[in-house]
C-alpha cells in the first residue's frame, strides 16, 4: 500500500509568486535576495511528480485572489491550469471555515482581514503539515495556532516537508 501523500497547504501569495515567476531584489544593488518563484517551483515541481509524495491544499479564494497582474488576469486559462491538476486539492470556503476564520479574527491574530483569516482556517480545517507563505504576519503565528486534529500550525516560506533548513540550500544540492 502506497504511503498517503503529505499536504501543505499555499496562501495565495505563493501563487502569486510561481505565476508571476516573482523575484525579491536589494533596492540599492538589485542583486535578486529571495528568489519566490524558485522557492515555490521546487515544492510545485514535486506536487506534480507521480508518487511526489506531496499535495498541495488551497482555499478556494486563491481562485480569486491571484487576479492581480492584469496580463494573468485577462488570461484565466493560464490562470485555471495551475489550479486544475491531480495534485492540487482545491478546498471550499464553507461554514466550518467561515467559523474558523471568524473566530481566528475575533482573537485579534496579527489583526488578521478575511482573506488571510480564511486561508488560515484552511490549513487548520485541512490538518496540513505546513501553510506556505511570504506574508510576515501569518509567518509570525508559526507554532501558535492549533490544527483541528491537534499540534501546532507550522508557517513558513515554501519548503519541502521533511527537508531541514531553507529551501533554498536544498535546491541548491540538488542543481
Known amino acids: 500500500m502506497a504511503a498517503s501523500p503529505s499536504l501543505v497547504c499555499w496562501d495565495a501569495c505563493t501563487w502569486i509568486a510561481l505565476i508571476q515567476k516573482e523575484k525579491i531584489t536589494d533596492e540599492q544593488t538589485g542583486a535578486v535576495i529571495e528568489d519566490r518563484e524558485r522557492l515555490c517551483r521546487v515544492v510545485f515541481n514535486q506536487a506534480e511528480q507521480p508518487n511526489g509524495g506531496l499535495e498541495i491544499a488551497c482555499s478556494a479564494l486563491c481562485l480569486a485572489e491571484v487576479c492581480k497582474d492584469p496580463a494573468i ?26 467559523y474558523i476564520a471568524r473566530d481566528l479574527m475575533s482573537k485579534g491574530y496579527s489583526k488578521l482581514k478575511p482573506p488571510d483569516a480564511l486561508h488560515l482556517a484552511t490549513a487548520i480545517y485541512a490538518n496540513v503539515a505546513a501553510l506556505h507563505t511570504f506574508d510576515d504576519k501569518l509567518l509570525d503565528l508559526d507554532g501558535i495556532l492549533e490544527k483541528r486534529a491537534g499540534g501546532k500550525l507550522t508557517i513558513c516560506k515554501p519548503e519541502l516537508p521533511g527537508k531541514k533548513g531553507p529551501l533554498e540550500e536544498f535546491v541548491k544540492k540538488q542543481a
Do not use: N, Q, Y
Not at 73 to 98: C, M, Q
Open 73 to 98: 488576469a485577462g488570461d484565466t486559462h493560464k490562470l485555471d491550469d495551475f489550479f486544475e491538476r491531480e495534485s492540487i486539492v482545491l478546498v471550499p470556503v464553507d461554514r466550518e471555515i467561515g
